[in-house]
């Protein structure tokens, strides 16, 4: 599968925005998708997961704030976030994989899109 991360940008803190992955191919909805994010000089770290099934899992620091969703139809996975923060600043990427459990070492990423929040 191939994922094509879209919907960064730059916004005030408070703000709001939704980034999006889409995948190629006809079997997204076998693959547990996830997001995860990486900000200079840091290691990437986990933001949120929505299993094949649709339950979804979340950082702590970004619970309440952030919606993880999936469209198997439109093959997409979509992350909302809102009450953004400026240590949200980072790269966002995504990535597939059989589970959750093993999206970390799954090799179908894409390939990251900037969030950036300003204080």
């Known amino acids: 599968v191939q994922l094509q991360a879209s919907g960064g940008g730059s916004v005030q803190a408070g703000g709001s925005l939704r980034v999006s992955c889409a995948a190629s191919?006809?079997?997204?909805?076998?693959?547990?998708m996830g997001w995860f994010r990486q900000a200079p000089g840091k290691e990437r770290e986990f933001v949120a997961a929505i299993s094949r099934s649709g339950s979804t899992y979340y950082a702590d620091s970004v619970k309440g704030r952030f919606t993880i969703s999936r469209d198997n139809v439109k093959n997409t996975v979509y992350l909302q976030m809102n009450s953004l923060k400026p240590e949200d600043t980072a790269v966002h990427s995504c990535?597939?994989?059989?589970?959750?459990?093993?999206?970390?070492?799954?090799?179908?990423w894409g390939q990251g899109t900037q969030v950036t929040v300003s204080s």
């Open positions: 191919g006809r079997t997204f909805s076998s693959y547990a």
């Open positions: 990535a597939a994989g059989p589970s959750i459990a093993v999206l970390t070492s799954s090799p179908y």
